[in-house]
C-alpha cells in the first residue's frame, strides 16, 4: 500500500508510518513531516521519492505535473539534497 497525495496531515502520515505504510515523499514538507513521523512513532518510516522528471508531456499547463516549474515531485537537481537527509535519518 502507498500513502500518496499532497495536503498529507501529520496524524495520517503518523498513522501510515505506525502500519508501516509506504509514503510518497512529493516536498520537502512530507520529508520532515515523515522524519518526524518515524521520530513519534519510534518506526523506520518507509518512504519513496516523487521524482519532477523535466519532460514536457505536451499536454495543457494546468494539468501537466512533470515540467520544472510543476508544485508537484521534486526536481532531479534536489534528488542529492532529499537523499542527504534521509541518510541523516538513519
Known amino acids: 500500500m502507498v500513502f500518496n497525495g499532497n495536503g498529507k496531515s ?4 503518523d498513522f501510515a508510518v505506525n502500519q508501516e ?8 514538507f512530507d520529508l520532515e513531516h515523515i ?3 518515524g ?10 521519492l516523487r521524482i519532477n522528471p523535466d519532460i514536457d508531456p505536451k499536454v495543457h499547463p494546468y494539468v501537466s505535473t ?8 521534486i526536481r532531479n ?7 542527504k537527509r ?3 535519518c538513519e
Open 21 to 28: 505504510v509506504l509514503v510518497n515523499i512529493d516536498s520537502e
Open 77 to 83: 537537481s534536489h534528488i542529492p539534497e532529499y537523499l
Open 35 to 37: 522524519i518526524l513521523a
Open 39 to 48: 521520530k513519534t512513532t519510534g518506526k523506520r518510516a518507509r518512504a519513496m
Open 10 to 13: 501529520q496524524e495520517d502520515i
Open 86 to 88: 534521509i541518510k541523516e
Open 66 to 73: 512533470g515540467i520544472a516549474n510543476s508544485k508537484f515531485g
